[in-house]
């Protein structure tokens, strides 16, 4: 049993909010303000809930041209303790395995994801991508901050503003160490809500 969407559609994998390690199909730049409403993919998507407390998902995404097909499969579970996830994905020219876990206590959750990519075009691992992030949920304000090596990156930006990640519009790909971000809200009544990133 599962749900088969055909079309366009927005697809959100991974816990992280501002550096999406494991987001590739509809990811928003950390540099997005306005997040409310995502970007679709043109894609084939199965999902399946196996259990309670496990889901799958597999898609394949159209990225216009034959020669790059894209796609992957996804595994969630969730435990007393925390949130998995486990990934293997195709995208563009790269082969990715990734995992992640998302624990949480009280009103706050510590969220971890780590990427490490496979280029074929050299069969050789490269650096990974991991996030490391703390998120804090209250009434009337939320606060998220994150770590972020970029192992797709270089220590020279210039450099690498070249590849073809950047060329796809990835700009925010071509550094490596992205020390801290951060972001929240504060809603002193409804209808009113301060945002902020830095």
């Known amino acids: 049993m599962g749900d088969l969407t055909l079309g366009r559609q927005a697809v959100t994998w ?9 987001d590739f199909w509809t990811q928003f730049s950390p540099f997005e303000l306005d997040t409310s409403q995502k970007r679709g993919v043109d894609a084939v998507r199965f999902l399946t809930y ?6 799958g998902d597999a898609i394949v995404v159209d990225r216009g041209a034959v020669d790059t097909p894209s796609g992957g499969v996804r595994m969630g ?11 293997l994905t195709r ?3 790269t082969l990715l395995v990734r995992h992640g876990r998302c624990s949480g206590f009280g009103l706050s959750r510590v969220s971890t994801a780590r990427s490490p990519p496979l280029v ?3 069969w050789q691992l490269e650096r990974p991508r991991a996030t490391l992030g703390l998120n804090v949920l209250r009434t009337k304000y939320t606060v998220t901050t994150e770590y972020h090596f970029n192992g797709f990156g270089s220590d020279d930006v210039i450099g690498s503003l070249t590849s073809p990640r950047v060329a796809r519009g990835e700009q925010y790909l071509a550094g490596q160490h992205y020390s801290l971000g951060i972001a929240g809200s504060y809603t002193p009544r409804e209808f009113i ?3 902020f990133w830095s």
């Open 14 to 22: 991974g816990v992280s909010l501002l550096f999406p390690v494991a």
């Open 50 to 55: 196996p259990g309670d407390r496990v889901g």
């Open 91 to 93: 995208n563009y020219d």
């Open 120 to 122: 074929e075009s050299s």
């Open 77 to 87: 579970w969730s435990t007393d303790a925390a949130d998995y996830h486990l990934m």
């Open 193 to 195: 809500t301060f945002s």
